[in-house]
Each structure stands twice: as structure tokens, then as C-alpha cells.
């Protein structure tokens, strides 16, 4: 990591894309699996800050603080031109198969990668959220709960009450929450807390990331 405030995301198999405030770098794998130099890529054509940056096999995809998310093919270097595909103000976002997943205003949505059939996937869900299995898991501020509802916006149901949940990761049948200071696990197919009183102490703004 180069910088505590960057961002970044893999492209391709060796390439990593970093961003800070308006800029965009990037840096090569070497031989040794190392990241010895980064060099700068891109300026942003927006007058704001990167929050959330991501990729797939095609596009680098970054929500702006205020203008919505864009996208844009990095791979000729010279001219990088992003193009706005959700100009809703949500500023995380999620990539998975070939939808992206966004919020706005407690609303949870859905859409194609480019921006079009967007759909609502769920009502009173904040901006931490995690899929797995089919599911979409979303906490919601407005009841200190955490629910589930199908990647087709169906059959939503509550895990259970948890207060203050500010990130959530799914990964093998477990849901790890980062809350107050806090890092929990809960069973999937229970909803029961497998650590009753947590598993570690951490920082509450602690992000969660399986390999």
C-alpha cells in the first residue's frame, strides 16, 4: 500500500489501479509478485473526489463524491474518457456477474454495468452491503437490521438486530460485521452470533476483505 487514503482495485491479472482524490496511477507486478513503482494514468474529467474504485475484464469503474459513477477503458493510457452510467449520488458501489449494485437515499438499486434497467432491490438499506450465494445482504440505519433479499429483489427477510453496523463481508456461510469497535460473526444459516461478544477488537472504520 502506498498511500493509507489510495484505493485500489486489480486490472487484468497484473495490474493494480490506484486512486487518490482526482488522480488515477497505476503499477505493474514484477517477477516477484512485488509493486515496485506506481505511475500516474489519468486525471478525472470531474471536479470531485474518487470514493469507490473497481474493476472488471473490460472497464475501472469510480463513484465521485456528488456526480455518480463512471466508467472507463484504461487500456490506451493517453486518453482515458470516463463515461457516467449511474447519475445517482451513491458513492459505494458493487460489481458482481453482470449487474452493479448502488444506493441512494436508503434505496438499494440494481442495474446492468452500463447503467440501464435499473431496478429497486430494496428499501431502507444503507451503503453497507454484501453478497453471497444469490443473496444480497444489507444492513438498514432505520431499524439496526440486518436482511437479505434475493438478487432479484425477492423474498427479503431480516437476519437479525445488530446496532451500528458500518461494513459487513460475506464470505462461507458466515457474515463478518465490523460494529463499534468491534469485529462479529454470524452464522448464515442461523442468523445465531458464532462469537456471542465478538472476535477482536478493531478500529470502527475497519473494512473487511476476503481473498
Known amino acids: 500500500v502506498y498511500k493509507a487514503s489510495m484505493l485500489g482495485t486489480l486490472y487484468k491479472d497484473d495490474i493494480m489501479v490506484f486512486s487518490t482524490e482526482n488522480n ?16 500516474w494514468l489519468a486525471g478525472l474529467n470531474v471536479n470531485e473526489t474518487i470514493y469507490c474504485v473497481d474493476s472488471d ?12 459513477i463512471f466508467r472507463a477503458d484504461v487500456e490506451n493510457k493517453k486518453e482515458v474518457v ?4 449511474v447519475s445517482r449520488n451513491s458513492v459505494e458501489f458493487l460489481l458482481y456477474d ?7 437515499n436508503d434505496v438499494l438499486y440494481k442495474a446492468k454495468k452500463d447503467g440501464s434497467d435499473e431496478i429497486v432491490l430494496a428499501k431502507n438499506a444503507s451503503d453497507v452491503y454484501s453478497i453471497y450465494d444469490g443473496w444480497m445482504f444489507y444492513y438498514s440505519d432505520a431499524d439496526g437490521s440486518i436482511y437479505r433479499v434475493k438478487l432479484n429483489g425477492k423474498d427479503a427477510v431480516k437476519v437479525r438486530d445488530v446496532k451500528g453496523c458500518i461494513h459487513m463481508q460475506a464470505v462461507e456461510d458466515c457474515l463478518w460485521l465490523v460494529c ?3 469485529l462479529y460473526r454470524i452464522d448464515l444459516n442461523t442468523g445465531d452470533f ?16 476476503a481473498m
Not at 195 to 209: P, Q, R
Open 24 to 39: 488515477l496511477y497505476y503499477s505493474e507486478y514484477d517477477e516477484n509478485g512485488n509493486l515496485p513503482s506506481l505511475y
Open 57 to 68: 475484464d473490460k472497464y475501472l469503474y469510480v463513484s465521485i463524491t456528488g456526480n455518480g
Open 82 to 85: 470516463y463515461e457516467q452510467i
Open 98 to 104: 453482470k449487474f452493479i449494485y448502488y444506493t441512494e
Open 180 to 182: 463499534d469497535n468491534t
Open 194 to 209: 458464532i462469537e456471542k461478544d465478538g472476535v477482536a477488537e478493531i478500529g470502527n472504520t475497519s473494512e473487511i476483505y
